[in-house]
């Protein structure tokens, strides 16, 4: 067990540390606390810190420390990278997990936030998860997915907002308004090459790793299953490493369906399916209703589900289900 903890509170510009060290989880000491630029040179400070810490309490920080801190939508990435390579052990947990794990609190700061942190991380090591980095393909491979999401995003805002034009406009067919229906025009037209360049450099990437690129050929090969699709189950697995079995996928995608049941009278769906990673349940519908179209198999399977009187929505959510079973036993 480590018994030197610093929780780590990230934000953009700054993260704030909480060093706690205990012999026994019933008494925590504070032994320090500090602000820190979010930067190489503020990680260098940190790890110089916590090193003088751990030595006061008689420990060596590369093997009695841990540092913990919440998965906080990238601006963690530097520092987990930064602190892994210095030998220093990590771990990435849940904002929701640590949340809730803190019971009622009135309030909150940064320095309170790192403190209750790094409590976490003393009072919950059999949930130890250390951080590893994905290899370099598939950080990469990751990055154009998302880079690729936001494209699509933009020109679905730029269409809409061009075909909503001509309900709103009072212009009618005025030189303004043709040049802004020109401009919106051009737009797509640019947004639809990127997405296009985008596609290509996810194919060159995949072609680029063979372990990659066999489990590419493996899930495209299901049809309904497109080069995008693939990709990001792909990339957010980190090739079937990290989310090693299709019921563990369905349930980061939310597309597992879970109960609360209490005695006779409480038998409900859990909201927390709805607790997921967006991406890959998007990119999971779509290949789902392209498989019910053009998949002869779960075109069937879709059929007797609708025939038993399932709604629309569980029939998609059975057939998710479907094709990581697939996938996941064509992968092995």
């Excluded at 269409?159 to 212009?171: I, M």
């Excluded at 607790?275 to 890959?280: G, N, P, Q």
């Excluded at 002869?296 to 959510?317: F, H, M, Q, T, W």
Aim: positive net charge; aromatic residues 8%.
């Amino acid at each position: 067990m480590k018994k030197f903890c610093i929780g780590i509170d990230i934000a953009k510009k700054t993260f704030d540390a909480t060093a706690i060290f205990f012999e026994s989880i019933d008494s925590l000491n504070e032994v320090g606390y500090r602000q820190f630029d979010n930067s190489t040179s503020g990680f260098r400070t940190l790890v110089s810190w916590a090193k003088k810490l751990c030595k006061q309490c008689n420990g060596k920080l590369s093997e009695d420390g841990l540092f913990c801190m919440e998965t906080t939508g990238g601006y963690d990435r530097q520092i987990c990278m930064y602190l892994h390579d210095k030998g220093q052990n990590v771990w990435r947990e849940s904002a929701l997990q640590i949340h809730r794990s803190s019971g009622f609190r009135r309030g909150k700061n940064d320095k309170a936030d790192s403190r209750n942190i790094s409590e976490y991380a003393a009072k919950h090591q059999d949930k130890l998860v250390l951080f590893s980095p994905d290899p370099t393909v598939i950080m990469e491979l990751k990055e154009i997915v998302n880079y690729r999401a936001t494209m699509v995003e933009r020109r679905k805002e730029a269409k809409t907002r061009l075909s909503e034009k001509k309900f709103t406009t009072v212009l009618g067919k005025s030189q303004t308004a043709r040049a802004i229906n020109k401009m919106s025009e051009s737009e797509i037209k640019t947004l639809d090459e990127i997405i296009e360049k985008c596609n290509q450099e996810i194919e060159r990437i995949i072609n680029s790793d063979e372990d990659l690129k066999r489990n590419y050929l493996h899930m495209t090969s299901i049809n309904g299953v497109g080069l995008v699709n693939a990709a990001c189950i792909i990339a957010y697995s980190s090739n079937f490493k990290k989310i090693t079995t299709p019921n563990k996928m369905s349930c980061y995608a939310g597309a597992h369906t879970f109960y609360d049941e209490s005695g006779t009278s409480v038998h409900k769906k859990d909201p927390s399916k709805n607790v997921c990673c967006k991406m890959i349940k998007n990119n999971l519908r779509m290949a789902a209703k392209s498989a019910i179209i053009y998949n002869r198999e779960i075109k069937a399977y879709a059929d007797r589900l609708e025939k038993k009187g399932k709604p629309y929505s569980i029939v998609l959510n059975n057939v998710i289900n479907k094709l990581l079973h697939i996938t996941y036993s064509l992968v092995k």
